[in-house]
């Protein structure tokens, strides 16, 4: 049965979703294809007239990850000045976010993976990351903070999904928070 491009567009699209979210969780390696296509109703065979191969999709999924989270993280210049930056971060080292990787930011949940990844998916994630460190760098008008900021960001996320209790989770992202308000303080 051949079904139109609308369909299959669709069927696309519910494939990245259910497989982000399912990566982000249990890791993009050890998810089989017929794991990512059970999570959208299909058998195993039907992936390949979605994606030439596996790494094909990994490539798309990071892609559309990396772009969500650089639209919310400010990195598409729609956050100015420090107030919008302290919203992001707070809402980056929430517990939710730390409690919930499949609706998060795909770095601390694939970073791993990424790096293992070949050069040209490492260079994508690149440009994504200077992209937030250069906007970040503006609102702080110091470029060396706002690597700072990003990697106390992800390193704090990936600590706290490391805990098992809640209550220790939050003392991470607290600290964080603190180190960070400190931080935004002396800059303006």
């Known amino acids: 049965m051949r079904y139109c491009a609308e369909h299959k567009a669709a069927t696309r699209e519910r494939l990245l979703a259910a497989s982000g979210a399912l990566a982000k969780q249990q890791g993009f390696a ?5 794991a990512l296509m059970k999570t959208v109703g299909l058998s195993g065979a039907a992936f390949y007239k979605h994606f030439p191969s596996k790494d094909a999709l990994f490539s798309e999924l ?12 400010g990195g598409d210049g729609s956050h100015n000045g420090t107030d919008a930056l302290r919203r992001c971060l707070h809402a980056y080292l929430s517990l939710a ?11 601390p949940a694939l970073g791993a993976e990424i790096a293992r ?3 040209s998916l490492k260079l994508l994630t690149e440009q994504h990351i200077v992209r937030l460190q250069q906007a970040w760098a503006e609102i702080l008008d ?3 903070l706002a690597w700072n900021l990003l990697a106390q ?6 600590l706290a999904r490391m805990m098992v209790s809640s209550q220790t989770r939050q003392q991470v992202l607290n600290a ?3 180190m960070f308000e400190h931080t935004l303080q002396s800059v303006g």
Request: a negative charge.
């Open 153 to 158: 960001c992800l390193g704090s996320l990936m």
């Open 142 to 144: 110091d470029g060396q």
């Open 62 to 73: 990071i892609e559309r990850e990396l772009s969500n989270s650089l639209a919310r993280l």
């Open 97 to 107: 976010h730390a409690e919930q990787p499949d609706r998060g930011c795909v770095l």
């Open 117 to 119: 990844a070949d050069d």
């Open 176 to 178: 964080s928070h603190e």
């Open 30 to 34: 050890v998810s089989g294809v017929d």
